[in-house]
């Protein structure tokens, strides 16, 4: 026994000396920070639990219909009555969540996530000395999971400041503190794990992934850096078994700040908008494109009252460069957007037919209302049926318009079969679709697919940039293969 813990103390040691950093003892890293407990003390004052309350009504279940003189009918009716269900009318039923939040302000401002307080008809803050106060809603944004409370205590409350996210670095230390299974004032410490998350989560996905024990409850408290600022907001955990398994994420400062200064001014988010809807650039799509590399986000649909129009935008331009800053896929671009003013002039790089624009566009609104592009209307052509890429095409008719339940004043060649061992298949190309453009350019034939595939081919170019619209009229970009 002695021997094998001898052994394993030697191999661990040896490891981390192997792993450690030029200059930067061995100990020092397995170690740790020397103690959390000063900055705990610090900031756990300005850590809150939330108490979140809904109330629903349901409607009760009917008496049964007993025939007149049925033994035991009024032994019926007193069970049914006693069950609050011996009329059709309706009760309420409560329920309750608890999250985490924090004190930003020491009037009484406090942050905490939207889905902590969903719809709640009754909203207490609890603090660390056991206060409980009423708390109500300033403002709350679903896209970035935030809400902004407001109490009224008797005294200043304990605050905390928030940091800059973006300086940041994986292997950082941080603290988490919160009300994980409603036990209030619980403190966990790990590192940042990763930055620039995307969980699917909403539009501006850029979460901070830590190792720090985050559990349920923890949503809406705060992550710290070793300065006491906070630098996230506690929002999800990836994990099988409900409890935390090491991979938490947190909002960061850099996105929550913005917003919630919103929240505070308005009861509302101002994001700015462009008016374009994007898609992804992968390798094949920039090939095509003659953008040397993937990189931007193209440009698959135009809204025809939003800004992108007037300032000169078209479908199939990619987008590189945002207000200064490099577009390095399609993701960071909503988030640039959103995080500006509303009517700022922004300088907006693009990529057209291979040669580098510049466009300026006065920013929108965009709770205003942002809309998909609609296609551009046209007459239908005669049907002529001919393959290529793996389809069957034919000119757009009334008969295919009813087959494939085509919108009305869509423009392009349909689509009638797709072979299933074809790239276009790979590429969730299907019957009914219609294929708008072909390498930038409309088509509205058959013939005009196959012309524009042929030239393409003596370019040199190895995939065909479609643009494909479903029945519906939405638009995508697809690269297909012509190998």
Known sequence: ??????????????????????????????????????????????????SASTTVETRNRALPQLPPGTPFEDLFEEFFNRRGQGDNGTRQRRSNSLG??????????????????????????????????????????????????????????????????????????????????????????????????????????????????????????????????????????????GGSVGIGFAVPSSLAAPTIEQLREFGETRRGWLGVRIQGVDDATAEALNLGRARGALVAGIDEKGPAKPAGLEVGDVIVRFDGKDVRESRDLPRMVASLPVGKEVEVVIVRKGKELTKTVKLGRLEDGEKQASAAPGEPEKPLVKSALGLE???????????????????????????????????????????????????NTPADVSKRLEALKKEGKKSALLLVANAQGEVRFVAVSME
């Open 100 to 241: 985490s939040g924090f004190v930003i302000d020491a009037s009484g401002i406090v942050v905490t996530n939207n889905h902590v307080i969903g719809d709640a008809n009754e909203i207490s803050v609890i603090f660390n000395d056991g206060t409980k106060l009423k708390a109500e809603i300033i403002g709350k944004d679903s896209k970035l999971d935030l809400a902004v409370l407001r109490v009224k205590p008797d005294k200043p409350l304990k605050a905390v400041k928030f940091g800059d996210s973006d300086k940041l670095r994986i292997g950082d230390w941080v603290i988490a503190i919160g009300n994980p299974f409603g036990l209030g004032g619980s403190v966990s410490a790990g590192i940042v794990s990763a930055r620039n998350r995307n969980i699917d989560q909403g539009p501006y996905d850029n979460y901070i992934q830590t190792d720090a024990a985050i559990n349920k409850g923890n949503s809406g408290g705060p992550l710290f850096n070793m300065n006491g600022e906070v630098v996230g907001i506690n929002t999800a955990i990836l994990s099988p078994s």
């Open 393 to 443: 095409l034919s000119s757009l008719n009334d008969e295919l318009k009813r087959r494939f339940n085509i919108k009305e004043g869509l423009k392009g060649v349909v689509v009638t079969r797709v072979d299933p061992n074809s790239a276009a298949a790979d590429k969730r190309i299907q019957a009914g679709d219609l294929i708008v453009e072909v390498g930038q350019e409309p088509v």
């Open 1 to 50: 026994m002695g021997l094998r813990r001898a052994f394993t103390s030697f191999a661990l040691a040896a490891a981390v000396s192997l792993a450690a950093p030029a200059g930067i003892p061995s100990a020092a890293l397995a170690r740790g920070p020397e103690s959390l407990a000063d900055l705990s003390e610090q900031v756990i004052d300005a850590v809150v639990n939330i």
